[in-house]
């Protein structure tokens, strides 16, 4: 059975940086998407990067220019990496991986950016 294993949340102090990891145990073969998800309490889970196969990254307008996102396929991996982090990236962050027939979500790490 696939499950996806979350580290690197935390609270972190505005302007600060964190790195997210989210690797794959079992067996997973031909991961097509890798992503992560944010949802802050009152909000929907938004989309926030997302990373193809082929290597191909797409951000949400609120990240650009400070997340990015990287995947090792290797180890069944995808990275976030957050700079200059503020209040509002505030969320429980959540990876998700899809296969051409299976999405799998990983079950969230708090993120908090406060002073």
């Known amino acids: 059975q696939v499950q996806l294993v979350e580290s690197g949340g935390g609270l972190v102090q505005p302007g600060g940086s964190l790195r997210l990891s989210c690797a794959a145990s079992g067996s997973i073969f031909r991961i097509n998407v890798m992503a992560w998800y944010r949802q802050a309490p009152g909000n929907e889970r938004e989309l926030v990067a997302r990373?193809?196969?082929?290597?191909?990254?797409d951000y949400a307008n609120s990240v650009k220019g400070r997340f990015t996102i990287s995947r090792d396929n290797a180890k069944n991996t995808v990275y976030l990496q957050m700079n200059s982090l503020k209040p509002e990236d505030t969320a429980v962050y959540y990876c998700y991986f899809a296969t051409l027939r299976t999405p799998y979500w990983g079950q969230g790490t708090q993120v908090t950016v406060s002073s």
């Open positions: 990373i193809s196969s082929g290597g191909l990254t």
